[in-house]
């Protein structure tokens, strides 16, 4: 067997330590090696690559068990968001009971469902686009509907142009705004 080498200078005077690290609640350690030759330090031969990916995936794993379950608690029906988005039937289901693993691109769907949950009210739409705007404005109205935010919605539709348009006006002022303004 050869002995390892340093990548940067050759010399085969190194030195190996772990690393505890953490992703999420899983702990892991990484493998450090030092050179006594040159002083260079780190993953010399790539051995950390299997336990972060390892690490990654189960975080990933937890973070769609966790939406699943804000969606339940939301009172989201598996079934009409499986049907609206052209998903297999229980496959919500065998992700939450961990009977399967959702591949990557579901979790990222999952994330976008959370992050953007009037999506769900889209696809049930079947992506019909003046739907998607009607719900997205819908959306952002409920965001903005906070003592303080006065908004104006203005449809209009005529030969030369469609579209809506949407303004907030702040109506109070923090306290410290008007100051820092009237000693500019």
Not at 20 to 31: C, R, Y
Request: aromatic content about 10%; some cysteine.
């Amino acid at each position: 067997m050869t002995k390892k080498q340093c990548p940067v200078c050759g010399g085969v005077h190194l030195k190996c330590s772990f690393v505890k690290k953490a992703i999420g609640d899983n702990e892991f350690s990484l493998v450090n090696y030092v050179c006594d030759d040159c002083g260079e330090e780190g993953d010399f031969f790539n051995e950390n690559d299997k336990e972060l990916s390892k690490a990654l995936v189960q975080k990933h794993l937890e973070e769609s068990l966790e939406i699943l379950s804000r969606l339940e608690r939301q009172k989201r029906n598996f079934a009409g968001i499986e049907r609206a988005l052209n998903i297999p039937q229980r496959t919500f289901s065998k992700w939450k009971n961990k009977k399967t693993k959702p591949s990557a691109p579901a979790i990222a769907l999952l994330k976008f469902l959370d992050v953007f949950p009037w999506l769900i009210d889209v696809a049930d739409n079947k992506f019909d686009k003046i739907a998607a705007d009607n719900i997205l404005l819908k959306h952002v109205c409920s965001l903005v509907k906070k003592p303080g935010i006065d908004r104006r919605i203005i449809y209009y539709n005529d030969e030369s142009q469609k579209g809506i348009a949407v303004s907030f006006f702040h109506t109070t002022t923090r306290p410290g705004a008007q100051r820092y303004i009237n000693e500019k």
